[in-house]
């Protein structure tokens, strides 16, 4: 009957030791699985980079675009530039008319006061 028992340890141990060797194989096959999936999508993002980058007209696409955004960075500065000479214009008109409002006004004055003396002497 010892014999059984010691027989049937030696068993369990074995067997114990199987569900372990099993489950370790396991996390690895699974830790496998996952570095071979991120292998694969980098591989994919790889092969998507070195097909853009062997593109012949790359370069020239990229510096028609450059001087395209150029071109219309420049009309952009000169649209400013004249809307600030625009802006210095008008500023110096509303200056030259209210001037010309304030004479304007300084006549009308006079003009009221000769008026008013004149009706005072009749």
Known sequence: MSREISRNKM???KE???RAKRDQQDKLNGAIRELNARIEEDDIELDK??????????LKRNQEIVMQLKQESNKVHIDINIAE????DLEQLKEMTVSQIKDILAEKRKSD????EIEGKI
Do not use: G, P
């Open 49 to 58: 980079e070195r097909r853009r980058l062997d593109d012949k007209h790359l």
């Open 85 to 88: 000479s625009r802006i210095k």
């Open 113 to 116: 006061k000769e008026n008013s």
């Open 16 to 18: 114990e030791e199987r």
């Open 11 to 13: 068993f369990n141990k």
